[in-house]
């Protein structure tokens, strides 16, 4: 017989676990029981990314917050693709692609950014500073790369070509997976978001990131809704809500200041998911507060209150004037108010809000309110907000009627015709930065956001397997309620071709181009200026 013992593995190397079946079974619960802790033991585990959910990627930011701390199996190292300089270029590739003069001062925005990341991942991690940074004589064309912690510029154009190539082919999530700059971006997802990694980008850098955190208590909210007293900011003074019922009923809640440690809760959309889904829940995030001669409009996505889909109640502030935007003034989400609760959470944000609407000309003095009611199941919300008094809710009718006719049907019904135009005209808004979102958990759900082909063939937009698009919906429905039948022409006219009744004209802007601007005409005749533009 041989002896248990014998038969353990001294040495293991396991290469692309992101790609194992079940890696939970085959790795977590059959090696890891079989191997025990030992000097003369040496195990490897490596792969690409894949991914950012998934086993390979919560074991990488398990093991990341917890090695330090001597809590973790295994220790985190990401090595980058830029170390192995013998491949990354090869001479060959090089003697096809030279680096063109003058592409250090013309890099694209990307490959700045990529290097930027690049060179500061190497400067914060010692262990690849001492092996990269010093000279490789193995290595005579390229002795001195790395030697001043910076990147080369043949990996610099080397990086530039391939990614191009792949955001022409709609695989940057790929390429960021085989080629990136830290480990963040390499748990990248393979599939590309509807929205593309460029706008995704951009609505991260330019959303607020100042915001105020607020509980819910008062008028048929239950207390196993409301705040915990560890988390109250008793600095901060509580915002009273007042609604007062046209039969007579007064209605009242309190928002209560909690404490919020926003730089923190931020960093873990990366490394802690859970913990960042866990803090939004049961909580109002506030942007924008009630502005007076504002007005809003409330979209509406209910779940069923069991920890899985949430309850979304998503604000808007409508654009006071055209060619302007429109903002994502705040957001409650919960995962364990349903539809039947719902309604006065709904109540005190849209009675909060219409404590603005109060200045003299405006013509509305509610938000404009719309919940989903076919799939999410919203009918108690606007039973109980006619109940409670409310008037301004959205009537729901076809888009193909020639006469515009008043419908019966009050709320957002999302069929099968409807749910295109809703998500379509929400991808094409936020595209053309139409709309200001500000919300990390509804850029999150965009992130995730893909297009999946159905049995029958056509093409769908909805949510990665594991994600959510709640916040997505309700956000959507805010801004369909108020701008869905608006001419899209006039509003891009307005915005990009000036006040044509003003004779304004958007100045030109020839600043990129000046430093190869012509000065002087084809035949040579004259120097141009700009003033003969």
């Given at each position: 017989m041989v002896s248990p013992v014998a038969q353990l593995p001294r040495s293991t190397i396991f290469s692309?676990?992101?790609?194992?079946?079940?890696?939970?079974?085959?790795?977590?619960?059959?090696?890891?029981?079989?191997?025990?802790?030992?000097?003369?033991?040496?195990g490897i585990l490596e792969s690409t990314g894949e991914g950012d959910v998934g086993w390979w990627a919560d074991t990488w930011r398990f093991s990341k917050s917890n090695y330090a701390q001597g809590t973790s199996r295994l220790l985190p190292l990401f090595l980058p693709w830029f170390v192995g300089l013998d491949i990354y270029p090869k001479p060959a590739w090089l003697r096809a692609h030279p680096v063109p003069p003058g592409f250090y001062e013309n890099r694209l925005p990307d490959t700045r950014e990529h290097v930027a990341k690049a060179e500061l991942y190497v400067r914060t991690h010692d262990m690849i500073r001492r092996h990269l940074c010093v000279e490789h004589p193995e290595l005579p064309d390229k002795r001195q790369w790395w030697h001043d912690g910076t990147m080369p510029l043949e990996q610099q154009w080397f990086w530039e070509v391939g990614h191009e190539e792949a955001k022409a082919k709609s695989l940057e999530g790929t390429w960021f997976q085989e080629m990136a700059g830290d480990d963040v971006e390499a748990l990248q997802r393979s599939s590309e978001s509807v929205f593309g990694h460029d706008v995704m980008t951009r609505v991260d850098r330019d959303r607020k990131r100042d915001?105020?955190?607020?509980?819910?208590?008062?008028?048929?909210?239950?207390?196993?809704?409301?705040?915990d007293p560890d988390d109250i900011d008793y600095s901060q003074p509580r915002i009273p809500v007042l609604f007062r019922n046209p039969r007579g009923p007064v209605y009242n809640w309190e928002l209560i200041p909690l404490t919020w440690d926003h730089?923190?809760?931020?960093?873990?959309?990366?490394?802690?998911?859970?913990?960042?889904?866990?803090?939004?829940?049961?909580?109002?995030?506030?942007?924008?507060?009630?502005?007076?001669?504002?007005?809003?409009s409330i979209g509406i996505d209910t779940a069923e209150g069991k920890g899985e889909d949430a309850t979304v109640i998503c604000v808007t502030e409508v654009a006071?004037?055209?060619?302007?935007?429109?903002?994502?003034?705040?957001?409650?989400?919960?995962?364990?108010?349903?539809?039947?609760?719902?309604?006065?959470?709904?109540?005190?944000?849209?009675?909060?809000?219409?404590?603005a609407m109060t200045a003299e000309g405006m013509i509305h003095r509610?938000?404009?309110?719309?919940?989903?009611?076919?799939?999410?199941?919203?009918?108690?919300?606007?039973?109980q907000l006619r109940q409670m008094g409310y008037h301004r809710i959205f009537r729901f009718g076809r888009y193909d009627n020639v006469k515009s006719t008043k419908s019966n049907k009050a709320g957002w019904y999302t069929f099968g015709w409807s749910r295109p135009i809703l998500i379509g005209d929400f991808i094409d808004t936020i595209e053309h930065g139409w709309y200001e979102l500000n919300s990390p958990w509804t850029l999150h759900e965009c992130e995730h956001f893909e297009s999946h082909s159905t049995a029958g063939g056509k093409v769908k937009q909805e949510h990665e397997d594991g994600e959510h698009d709640d916040g997505i919906f309700a956000a959507a429905i805010s801004i369909q309620i108020v701008r869905g039948k608006q001419s899209k022409t006039d509003r891009s006219h307005k915005r990009f071709m000036g006040d044509a009744e003003a004779g304004r004209k958007p100045p030109l802007d020839l600043g990129a181009c000046a430093a190869t601007f012509p000065t002087t005409s084809l035949d040579g005749y004259k120097p141009i200026t700009l003033e003969d533009l």
């Amino acid at each position: 017989m041989v002896s248990p013992v014998a038969q353990l593995p001294r040495s293991t190397i396991f290469s692309e676990c992101a790609s194992f079946s079940n890696a939970a079974d085959q790795i977590e619960a059959a090696l890891f029981k079989a191997v025990h802790p030992s000097p003369s033991i040496f195990g490897i585990l490596e792969s690409t990314g894949e991914g950012d959910v998934g086993w390979w990627a919560d074991t990488w930011r398990f093991s990341k917050s917890n090695y330090a701390q001597g809590t973790s199996r295994l220790l985190p190292l990401f090595l980058p693709w830029f170390v192995g300089l013998d491949i990354y270029p090869k001479p060959a590739w090089l003697r096809a692609h030279p680096v063109p003069p003058g592409f250090y001062e013309n890099r694209l925005p990307d490959t700045r950014e990529h290097v930027a990341k690049a060179e500061l991942y190497v400067r914060t991690h010692d262990m690849i500073r001492r092996h990269l940074c010093v000279e490789h004589p193995e290595l005579p064309d390229k002795r001195q790369w790395w030697h001043d912690g910076t990147m080369p510029l043949e990996q610099q154009w080397f990086w530039e070509v391939g990614h191009e190539e792949a955001k022409a082919k709609s695989l940057e999530g790929t390429w960021f997976q085989e080629m990136a700059g830290d480990d963040v971006e390499a748990l990248q997802r393979s599939s590309e978001s509807v929205f593309g990694h460029d706008v995704m980008t951009r609505v991260d850098r330019d959303r607020k990131r100042d915001y105020s955190v607020y509980g819910l208590a008062g008028q048929s909210i239950e207390a196993d809704y409301e705040a915990d007293p560890d988390d109250i900011d008793y600095s901060q003074p509580r915002i009273p809500v007042l609604f007062r019922n046209p039969r007579g009923p007064v209605y009242n809640w309190e928002l209560i200041p909690l404490t919020w440690d926003h730089s923190r809760v931020e960093s873990w959309k990366k490394t802690n998911p859970d913990a960042f889904w866990d803090a939004s829940q049961g909580k109002l995030f506030v942007w924008h507060p009630p502005r007076p001669g504002v007005d809003y409009s409330i979209g509406i996505d209910t779940a069923e209150g069991k920890g899985e889909d949430a309850t979304v109640i998503c604000v808007t502030e409508v654009a006071p004037a055209p060619g302007l935007p429109d903002i994502q003034a705040a957001e409650f989400r919960s995962c364990y108010v349903s539809h039947s609760q719902a309604y006065a959470f709904v109540m005190a944000i849209a009675a909060w809000y219409a404590s603005a609407m109060t200045a003299e000309g405006m013509i509305h003095r509610q938000p404009l309110v719309a919940p989903e009611v076919v799939a999410s199941v919203g009918d108690i919300v606007l039973v109980q907000l006619r109940q409670m008094g409310y008037h301004r809710i959205f009537r729901f009718g076809r888009y193909d009627n020639v006469k515009s006719t008043k419908s019966n049907k009050a709320g957002w019904y999302t069929f099968g015709w409807s749910r295109p135009i809703l998500i379509g005209d929400f991808i094409d808004t936020i595209e053309h930065g139409w709309y200001e979102l500000n919300s990390p958990w509804t850029l999150h759900e965009c992130e995730h956001f893909e297009s999946h082909s159905t049995a029958g063939g056509k093409v769908k937009q909805e949510h990665e397997d594991g994600e959510h698009d709640d916040g997505i919906f309700a956000a959507a429905i805010s801004i369909q309620i108020v701008r869905g039948k608006q001419s899209k022409t006039d509003r891009s006219h307005k915005r990009f071709m000036g006040d044509a009744e003003a004779g304004r004209k958007p100045p030109l802007d020839l600043g990129a181009c000046a430093a190869t601007f012509p000065t002087t005409s084809l035949d040579g005749y004259k120097p141009i200026t700009l003033e003969d533009l």
